[in-house]
């Protein structure tokens, strides 16, 4: 836990009684020389803290704007946004930075390391943005890296490690701030099936754990791990169920 931050957040309206999104209406437009695109079109949705939903739907759908306005990279063009109980969908560029550094973790497609440091520092860089002093950041570091199980491969550089391993450098740098929301945009895009599910097995195992999880994949099998799926088709809600599926 950091400064008192991660999954209790903001002690105080939606995120207190178990809700850590809720939005109003969510849209998101932008205009194209003459044509406006409406990328999400007035979204209502609850997601509770500890479920692991999967968004889905065919390009073009919605599925990476709505991802962007619910990591807080993209502001809506009409609607409200709570996240942990703290309405974010009028707050400035740096408000929504302090958010984003606090409250949301990052998985990526392309994992977005830096190929000349360390898996170490890799996942010490939120820590350092948020001004953790080095000895407490490099405990926390090692930690993740551990739960992830890559205690071995700490002083290991990306170009070092096959791309699973490098998946999992990067879910521990998304966890070292112990955030209150899990985003991972088509975490195995770029892995083989066998690695892909390993990875889906990690997110699994966190859920398990209490970790609220929202993963973007256009993949059936890899939604099927998730317990919620969400389809969106042309910037609407067109399903919302819970399954199943979760992995073994």
Request: hydrophobic content about 40%.
């Amino acid at each position: 836990m950091i400064n008192g931050h991660g999954s209790s957040g903001y002690g105080n309206g939606a995120g207190a009684n178990g809700v850590i999104i809720r939005t109003e209406g969510l849209s998101k437009y932008y205009v194209l020389g003459a044509e406006t695109v409406r990328a999400v079109r007035g979204v209502d949705l609850q997601v509770s803290r500890g479920e692991f939903v999967a968004i889905m739907g065919p390009s073009g759908s919605g599925k990476s704007t709505f991802m962007n306005l619910i990591g807080c990279l993209d502001t809506p063009t009409d609607g409200r946004y709570w996240l942990n109980g703290r309405e974010v969908s009028e707050l400035s560029d740096d408000q929504l930075a302090r958010v984003r550094n606090r409250d949301i973790g990052f998985v990526f497609q392309t994992f977005n390391l830096l190929p000349r440091a360390t898996s170490l520092h890799n996942v010490e860089l939120p820590l350092i943005y948020a001004g953790v002093p080095a000895k407490v950041r490099r405990k926390l570091a090692e930690e993740k890296l551990e739960r992830v199980g890559l205690g071995d491969r700490m002083h290991h550089k990306p170009p070092e490690l096959s791309g699973g391993q490098r998946q999992r450098v990067a879910i521990a740098r998304a966890l070292v701030n112990d955030p209150a929301l899990l985003l991972a945009d088509e975490p195995t895009g770029n892995l083989d099936s066998e690695t892909s599910r390993e990875i889906v097995q990690i997110l699994v195992e966190l859920n398990r754990a209490g970790q609220t999880i929202l993963l973007v994949t256009h993949e059936s099998d890899i939604a099927e791990a998730s317990s919620r799926q969400i389809h969106l088709t042309d910037g609407l809600v067109e399903r919302d169920f819970f399954n199943e599926g979760m992995m073994s």
